[in-house]
């Protein structure tokens, strides 16, 4: 089983509708989760932080489960803005920085 | 955004030419990390630095060096470059390993 691992897409929907993608992690000891953006050609950029209680921004939640080691994130309302690939980041404490693994992507596709 | 600079931002070089790519940040945060990033792979962690002239390797090291002489300058060095290292690389850093990093612009490194 890959450390971190995300449903790769794409996620073609709807503008408007509500889309939702998980990322699972295997180490149970993994202490800081964190949501990326990335458009196309570009640097991933900061999307959210992943609180054990759960987050939400504007239109955007995220969400981290323990018993069941993922991490989701929640987008309502989508826009076309929102296309891009979205990366997940799980980081086992104080360890080592290269134990900080980054998801591959989902990408994801809003259309008129 | 964060006060990180790579360059140079594009490069096309030839095989068994040696290539340094920079990065520069004006946060005084103490980790930078260099990743590279490929179709299919996600985002590899090459080499990072937690202080001057403290660096350690990530996951993809073979054929890259590094160096950090000063807090605000990480460097990354193929000695000679191969086109397997046909990428687009990605300088990071954060003040601490449980907070989320901040990328660069990258820099798109053709070896041909």
């Known amino acids: 089983r890959k450390e971190v691992e995300q449903d790769p897409g794409p996620f073609n929907v709807p503008e408007g509708a509500t889309v939702a993608f998980n990322c699972t992690y295997s180490n149970s000891a993994s202490q800081s989760f964190f949501w990326y953006r990335q458009d196309c050609r570009k640097e991933p950029k900061l999307l959210m932080s992943?609180?054990?209680s759960g987050n939400e921004d504007g239109r955007f939640t995220a969400q981290l489960n323990r018993a069941s080691q993922y991490i989701s994130l929640l987008i309502r309302d989508s826009k076309l803005s929102d296309s891009a690939t979205y990366l997940c980041?799980?980081?086992?404490?104080?360890?080592?920085?290269?134990?900080?693994?980054f998801g591959s992507g989902t990408r994801l596709s809003i259309r008129p | 955004d964060a006060g990180i600079t790579q360059s140079p931002r594009h490069k096309v070089t030839e095989t068994g030419t040696p290539v340094t790519l920079r990065c520069h940040q004006t946060e005084n945060h103490r980790y930078m990390y260099w990743y590279r990033q490929d179709p299919g792979h996600g985002l590899r962690l090459i080499h990072y630095?937690?202080?001057?002239?403290?660096?350690d390797k990530g996951e993809v090291s073979d054929g890259y060096s590094v160096s950090r002489s000063k807090t605000e300058d990480f460097l990354l060095t193929l000695e000679s470059a191969t086109s397997s290292q046909t990428s687009v690389y990605f300088c990071?850093?954060?003040?601490?390993?449980?907070?989320?990093?901040?990328f660069g612009d990258g820099t798109r490194l053709s070896i041909l």
């Open positions: 990071a850093i954060n003040g601490d390993l449980n907070q989320p990093q901040h």
């Open positions: 992943v609180y054990s």
């Open positions: 630095s937690y202080g001057v002239k403290d660096t």
């Open positions: 980041v799980v980081i086992p404490g104080y360890s080592s920085a290269s134990k900080i693994i």
